[in-house]
């Protein structure tokens, strides 16, 4: 069974940091490229990073470049997300998904999606 | 950044009856060069992960339900449930991954009349 399971959300103070994990199974991590998608309180989606099959390549939403990190270890089959200089509009639901292979070169969507792992950034 | 627009916000159906979500975006998604719409529809039940329903704005992921049918080109979009069941509960979004930043909608709540 295709699975991804994140872990590593808590409460931080603003300007604090964390890391997220997502462990995957179910299918060769190497072979797809992922993404951090994050949904506010009763709000809608928002595509946070994306991390290329090999890592080479990473890209961000612009309200986080700078402070977040999208890293992945494929010998572990792990995807992370290192997130520092916290803010209170950073407070979300953070799922890891899986971008299919049948998506465009560069293009994602997302065809299986964690539970997730909430964030929360107050004081 | 392309923005996507969902109509209504919410709506309320009666079993057995259509539903019908409207998703415009701010710019064509239609690449010419393939003639393909890069448009993704998902459903969220509520404290669940969304689900993947439909990309290529018509093209039905593998087990979902033939009453979920995507529509539309360019920058307007559908998507209609022919026969609303109570499962149907849920908030849909659409997704544009015709450029970066990947965008979506601010959803449509589903529910039973």
């Known amino acids: 069974e295709v699975q991804l399971v994140e872990s590593g959300g808590g409460l931080v103070q603003p300007g604090g940091s964390l890391r997220l994990s997502c462990a995957t199974s179910?299918?060769?991590?190497?072979?797809?490229?992922m993404s951090w998608v994050r949904q506010a309180p009763g709000k809608g989606l928002q595509w946070v990073a994306n991390?290329?099959?090999?890592?080479?390549?990473?890209y961000y939403l612009d309200s986080v470049k700078g402070r977040f990190t999208i890293s992945r270890d494929n010998a572990k089959n792990s995807l992370y997300l290192e997130m520092n200089s916290l803010r209170a509009e950073d407070t979300a639901v953070y799922y890891c998904?899986?971008?299919?292979?049948?998506?465009?070169?560069?293009?994602?969507?997302?065809?299986?999606w964690g539970q997730g792992t909430m964030v929360t950034v107050s004081a | 950044d392309i923005v996507m627009t969902q109509s209504p916000d919410s709506l309320a159906v009666s079993l057995g009856e259509r539903a019908t979500i409207s998703c415009r975006s701010s710019?064509?998604?239609?690449?010419?060069?393939?003639?393909?719409?890069?448009l993704a529809w998902y459903q969220q039940k509520p404290g669940q992960p969304p689900k993947l329903l439909a990309y290529?704005?018509?093209t039905r992921e593998s087990g979902v339900p033939d009453r979920f049918s995507g529509g539309g080109s360019g920058t307007d979009f559908t998507l209609t449930i022919s026969s609303l069941q109570a499962e149907d509960v849920a908030v849909y979004y659409c997704?544009?991954?015709?450029?970066?930043?990947?965008?979506f909608g601010q959803g449509t709540k589903v529910e039973i009349k």
């Open positions: 998904a899986r971008v299919p292979g049948i998506a465009a070169a560069g293009r994602s969507f997302f065809d299986i």
């Open positions: 179910g299918f060769t991590l190497s072979n797809y490229l």
């Open positions: 991390i290329k099959q090999d890592g080479s390549d990473k």
């Open positions: 710019q064509s998604l239609l690449y010419t060069s393939n003639n393909k719409n890069y």
């Open positions: 290529w704005a018509a």
């Open positions: 997704q544009q991954y015709y450029n970066p930043p990947w965008t």
